[in-house]
């Protein structure tokens, strides 16, 4: 049946509506299943654009296999892209900047971390005075709030 | 990259960065750029030069600002200037960032048409490591549990003529734009019925399909 489907001069039996049937139903299958696999692929794009390359674990844990060698493979492009074009680092700089430096709370226990030049000691509930792209993958991932006022 | 250069304390300081052939700032080039390709459909064409020289100026107000940070100057005057190489990078990034989300999303649009000619050397890199994972993501999830016949990536079937599976980007969409010269009319659609008057500085809503040709020669900006 499958042969018939796939040639366009087939007879016009009683069976050629059938097969029409099948084959339109089985293109619509397709249809369906592809959407759902390229919706998740899309958001596992937007996911590498927030967190980079490693995933929370409760998103992890929600994806099969071959999801996460996707996004492995795809944080691993952009990764090489943004070396290609000299270091370029796209992942910080989301929003227009308001102030050159932002005041942050701190709100995991992060521990001594080298930010610019100085070691800082990120510890739970500290306050400090960060420049924006030093503190923005921190506040993109929840580890840091910004106060405003 | 201010639009004012004239510093009281301080070395003369060459914040511009030199001025292209028409008179206009880099800074002024890259934003438009940057306009033109948030509100654009499509991708538009890479503009290598101008990413280059951006960048060039870019560190340079770098290292200005760590010389004067050193000397101790006037923390408003440090802080004046690192504001404005803020936002120099912030639109460099956000260039490059809009133009690898459209690669994203429309890949094997691209591919297919000459619209693989718009992209960056490193950009084309990076769009055939995309086709290249989403084809395995494809295969090794969905595809290859479909009788043979159906396993095309581009095409629904092996019946279909043209590549009927890939998403074209919608040419259709409402723009506003504003022209900087006067361009006269120009037809809405392809059967010439309506026309439009475009006049220097008005802003316009019209569909993208229309004024196409025109963005991509750099006469009319998106806004």
Known sequence: ?149 | MATDSQEGSGPRIDDDGGESPMGQSDVELLKRAWCNEKAAPQILEFQTALVQRSREQIHHMEEIVEELTQRGDDPLIVSIYQMDLDRAQFLLRSYVRIRLQKVETAMLHIAKTDLWNRLSRQEQNFARRCIDDMGNYMEESVLSKFPSGYRSNLKQSNASEDDDMVPEPNLDTFVFCKSQNSIGSIPLDDSGDEIVDLVAGELYVLRYKSIKPYVERGQIDLV
């Open chain 1, 1 to 149: 049946m499958q042969e018939e489907g796939l040639d366009v001069q087939s007879t016009r039996n009683a069976d050629h509506f059938g097969m029409l049937i099948h084959h339109l139903s089985l293109l619509r299958n397709k249809r369906c299943l592809m959407a759902y696999a390229y919706k998740r692929a899309e958001i596992l794009h937007g996911l590498s654009w927030k967190v980079g390359r490693v995933l929370p674990p409760e998103i992890e844990g929600k994806l099969n296999d071959v999801e996460k060698r996707y996004f492995k493979n795809h944080s691993s492009a952009l990764q090489s892209y943004m070396k290609e074009m000299g270091s370029l680092d796209l992942t910080v700089d989301m929003v227009p900047p308001k102030d050159p430096y932002l005041k942050v709370r701190v709100l995991e226990d992060i521990g001594v971390t080298a930010i610019g030049d100085k070691d800082t000691n990120l510890a739970h509930h500290s306050i400090h005075f960060l420049k924006r792209t030093d503190a923005e993958p921190y506040i993109l991932q929840g580890m840091m709030e910004e106060l405003i006022g």
